[in-house]
């Protein structure tokens, strides 16, 4: 199973609201990462875990919360968002993470959008 | 931030043609990657090269990394209409992956 899960697919919310983005690969990895991508730009790193403990944090608004409860599991707990937070927001995997390179597997990713 | 620098930023062939786009960037890396995406959807790995290589094939597509220049190419050959999408260079720095702006490939039929 080479597949990395995201839910969900759309999601809508006012900026008063509470949600959370959920992403699940079974492939054994150890490293997992959130990214946004906003319209027509590259991926931005947010957030990597490697062996289930937040190992980088790239000065992301305290408004967006990762979580990893286990090996297999990354949420990513939005509170108060702003609209300019609508952006496609993408989840992947690697085996261990770490700056000797590794094929990243991603998911679909969750668009949002801040009303 | 971006690490990496593509052109050209848009690129439309016709089927067939071959598809060449360049990324370049700033610091020493361990390896660099590319990446498609198709319109919207999550990222698919293309290639990896290490920086003690030159030269590396994967099918139609060849990457070429030159660390005296900083920079890398990535070669299509024989485009089909369904590789169609956004492609993406990427660096990895102290386990962080960035990735640059971006080449939009349209394969006409």
């Known amino acids: 199973d080479t597949e990395v899960t995201q839910t969900p697919k759309h999601l809508v919310m006012g900026m008063t609201n509470k949600k959370s983005l959920k992403c699940e690969q079974h492939?054994?990895?150890?490293?997992m990462y959130w990214y946004k991508q906003k319209a027509k730009k590259p991926p931005e790193l947010m957030f990597v875990?490697?062996?289930?403990?937040?190992?980088i944090n790239e000065s992301v608004p305290s408004r967006f919360s990762p979580e990893c409860p286990n090996s297999s599991l990354l949420n990513l707990h939005l509170h108060a968002l702003q609209p300019e937070d609508s952006a496609l927001y993408l989840c992947a995997s690697s085996q261990e993470g770490g700056p000797r390179g590794e094929t990243q597997y991603f998911g679909p990713g969750t668009r949002l959008l801040v009303l | 931030s971006q690490q990496g620098e593509e052109d050209p930023q848009a690129l439309s062939i016709q089927e067939g043609e071959n598809a060449t786009m360049n990324c370049s960037y700033k610091t020493s890396i361990n390896n660099l990657q590319w990446y498609r995406q198709n319109s919207g959807r999550g990222l698919v790995h293309l290639i990896l090269i290490r920086s003690n290589e030159r030269e590396k094939h994967s099918g139609r597509l060849r990457v070429t990394l030159d660390t005296s220049k900083k920079s890398s190419s990535l070669l299509i050959t024989a485009s089909r209409a369904a590789d169609t999408a956004s492609y993406f260079c990427a660096t990895d720095v102290t386990g962080d992956m960035r990735f640059g702006a971006g080449t939009r490939l349209t394969v006409k039929p």
């Open positions: 875990y490697s062996y289930e403990k937040l190992s």
């Open positions: 492939m054994g990895h150890r490293a």
